[in-house]
């Protein structure tokens, strides 16, 4: 990510011809893998996102059980046809930074304790990338905790936000990714208004800086209803 | 131990009787790994870490052409802990090499421009390679400072044609920055600096910020799994702007 | 038309707690109570709870069950109780005789897939779970097969004082035993019938008139 001499902002509005703080088309379903306990479909724009939930089962090797609670294992990932050139199956360094960060930014919401020696596993498939890739991932392992009746004391929403020829953008798209000041990536509790992920690279202000996280937490507030909807629209439809 | 330290940080007080904003006995040394372009040591309390810097030639990036290359990787040997395993990095290894390289390569502390030898094929590779020796806590903020360390003291060898003459120099590796990376822990409602071994197990939270020189942000992590409220995180900043100001002149 | 009753979802406020029982599904946070799962609020003067669409089943004491023999062991049998947890039916727990372990081969009593119908005797901290054959109703279930549901869903099955269950006994003239846990037993000709009215109700269990619906099913001639 680095800047650019590239117009990114033209009289406003970004290159897709959206304002700074729009969200791009928002789509989610819930329920779409019937062989796991929870699962979802999440898209923002091109980026493309499922995830899955197995559990809470029996961990094993015996030895990983935490006697007194549960414990909660994420795998993010990117398929191969997911990017332009074409990426190599299997972890990369930045998958498994990614599968840690989700798994943390996710763990606080669980009742885990619920759930002594047994395993929550959450799978993320990036099935097209353009830009957003893991809030979008974090935005769909909620839902599917939800979908599989894990208990939590709140759902997982999460955004990017940004800075782009100087102006502070929401919901990087993938050209917006690659060429930004700065990005970062916010995940919260929306009800609680804690945050639980926070990552960002760049160069900003202390003063920008908190101007993007309350502009991210601004998001999340349209992405939690979205998710509302998405899971109870699940049981309307008869 | 860690019981006991929730105890003392509710009462005000660290185990190893710290101020809370204080950080531990700091020293670092340059230039001891001979065969290294550039090394440096940094013990921070007991923790410490060996960071060896190697220059090969290698070829840019397409979307770089005239920039060199920055690769930090870390290795959390199992000399330095009963918890790390053999093998190749874990999430904790693969994790603090990214937020050190983020910290370096977004402050663009090194003019990657001056590493170009011919634009499209050649230029200089920076390897900075990260060695936990002791680990008691606080890796992250060690190793970012180790790194920044080798950097400055690393020089780029002189090349004959396509060799590489290791024993002689053009000049100091073109370092313009020095970003300090500042790990704040919360427990409870207070926020403590420079988190040791025992304390780490029992912060909820953890916010690693990356200070350039002016007082810009460079990068940012979360770690831990725990809630930080806006409030939270602006505090926790302020300290780290303060902190990095301080550890920056022990660095020259 | 089909009506919905409002579904909830984790970290809705559903009620202040007033005193009341926080029940399953359900989580309090000083004096409100918010939902910890998606699904049905209940609210009465003694308790708040929320009924899961969905979720695996997490033992509780007391709880009548329908399990599946995994193994034989020295002292007694390891029981799939459909949760992430194996169950332990004791040797004393389930055979009423004395029993010589030195010169019995106790499968005779339970082997391997045996199905029972038994009661959840303890479940500890740790989630260590035991089961006994000694309450009324527990009986070893001889023949038929089993299916698994989504364990929330088995009150909708048996129905108000079990007229659901006797419902589809009735028209299919199969034996039923709907286990807490989501394991349902059943044998008969027409177990086919019964199974397809089961799933339906799994998949429509939150749904208004679902009871006309299945006695419908159930009468179509096959």
């Not at chain 1, 929550?120 to 990338?129: K, M, P, R, S, W």
């Not at chain 2, 101020?19 to 020293?27: C, D, G, W």
């Not at chain 2, 979307?63 to 690769?71: C, S, T, Y």
């Not at chain 3, 048996?158 to 807490?180: F, H, N, R, Y």
Request: hydrophobic letters at 40%; charged letters at 30%; proline letters at 4%.
């Amino acid at each position: 990510m680095s800047e650019t001499d590239e117009k990114m902002i033209v009289d406003g509005k970004r290159l897709d011809g959206r304002l700074p703080n729009q969200l791009r088309p928002i789509k989610m379903e819930v329920k779409i893998i019937n062989r796991a306990n929870g699962s979802a479909l999440v898209n923002f724009g091109g980026t493309y996102a499922i995830a899955s939930v197995h559990g809470p089962r029996a961990l094993f090797p015996r030895w990983m059980q935490e006697s007194d609670t549960g414990i909660l294992r994420c795998r993010y990932n990117m398929a191969p046809f997911s990017v332009e050139d074409r990426k190599s199956p299997g972890p990369d360094r930045r998958s498994v930074e990614i599968s840690k960060v989700a798994r943390l930014a996710m763990e606080p919401a669980i009742f885990l304790e619920d759930f002594p020696k047994a395993t929550i596993d959450v799978f993320i498939e990036v099935l097209q990338a353009d830009g957003s890739t893991r809030v979008t991932g974090i935005n769909a392992a909620s839902l599917a905790l939800a979908d599989a009746g894990v208990p939590m004391k709140d759902l997982v929403t999460a955004c990017s936000v940004g800075k782009i020829n100087g102006t502070l953008i929401v919901d990087l798209n993938g050209k917006e990714d690659n060429n930004s000041e700065a990005d970062m990536a916010v995940a919260m509790l929306p009800t609680k208004k804690k945050i639980t992920l926070l990552q960002m690279d760049g160069v900003v202000s202390k003063e920008e800086l908190m101007t993007l996280v309350n502009l991210a937490e601004k998001s999340c507030e349209k992405i939690y209803e979205l998710q509302k909807q998405a899971l109870k629209e699940k049981y309307k439809r008869i | 131990m860690e019981k006991y330290a929730l105890e003392l940080i509710e009462k005000g007080k660290r185990i190893d009787e710290r101020k809370f904003e204080e950080i531990r006995p700091l020293t670092i040394k340059k230039g001891m790994i001979e065969k290294a372009e550039g090394s440096a040591s940094v013990k921070l309390g007991e923790t410490e870490v060996i960071v060896g810097v190697k220059l090969n030639v290698g070829e840019p990036y397409p979307d770089a052409k005239d920039e060199g290359v920055l690769i930090v990787n870390a290795e959390f040997t199992p000399l330095a802990s009963p918890d790390f395993e053999s093998g190749p990095p874990g999430e904790d290894a693969v994790e603090l090499a990214r937020v050190v390289d983020r910290g370096l390569r977004e402050s663009k502390c090194i003019e990657l421009k001056k590493l170009c030898i011919v634009p499209g094929e050649k230029v200089w590779i920076a390897f900075v390679d990260i060695h936990i020796i002791n680990h008691q806590g606080n890796l992250l903020d060690a190793a970012a400072l180790a790194s920044l360390a080798a950097l400055l003291n690393a020089k780029i060898p002189k090349l004959d044609g396509e060799n590489v003459l290791r024993k002689e120099f053009e000049g100091q590796l073109p370092v313009v920055f020095k970003p300090i990376n500042i790990t704040v822990g919360k427990v409870g409602e207070k926020f403590l600096v420079d988190p040791s071994f025992e304390e780490e197990s029992i912060l909820s939270s953890k916010l690693s910020v990356c200070v350039r020189d002016d007082e810009n942000i460079c990068a940012l992590q979360k770690q831990g799994n725990g809630e930080l409220n806006i409030e939270d995180i602006e505090k926790m900043v302020d300290i780290a702007i303060l902190k990095s100001k301080e550890i920056r002149k022990l660095v020259e | 038309m089909t009506e919905m009753k409002e579904v909830v979802l984790p970290g809705e406020f559903i009620a202040e707690r007033k005193g009341r029982k926080v029940g399953r599904g359900a989580y309090f946070e000083g004096e409100k109570v918010f939902a910890a799962v998606l699904g049905i609020p209940r609210v009465d003067e003694n308790e708040i709870s929320v009924i899961s669409l969905s979720g695996v089943y997490a033992p509780s004491i007391g709880d009548k069950i329908v399990g599946i023999i995994q193994a034989v062991e020295i002292s007694g049998w390891t029981v799939d109780v459909n949760s992430p947890y194996l169950a332990f039916l004791p040797l004393s727990e389930g055979v009423g005789e004395f029993v010589d372990t030195q010169r019995t081969d106790i499968s005779r009593f339970y082997d391997v897939n045996d199905v029972i119908s038994c009661k959840i005797s303890k479940v500890t901290k740790n989630k260590t779970v035991q089961v006994s054959m000694r309450s009324i109703g527990s009986r070893k279930l001889y023949g038929g097969i089993t299916i698994k549901v989504t364990p929330t869903k088995i009150p909708r099955i048996i129905g108000k004082g079990g007229s659901m269950i006797s419902l589809i006994k009735e028209k299919t003239g199969c034996e039923i035993t709907a286990g807490q846990n989501g394991i349902v037993w059943i044998r008969g000709e027409r177990k086919d019938k019964a199974i397809e009215a089961i799933m339906t109700i799994e998949r429509e269990s939150h749904t208004i008139g679902l009871t006309e619906k299945i006695e419908k099913m159930l009468s179509e001639v096959v």
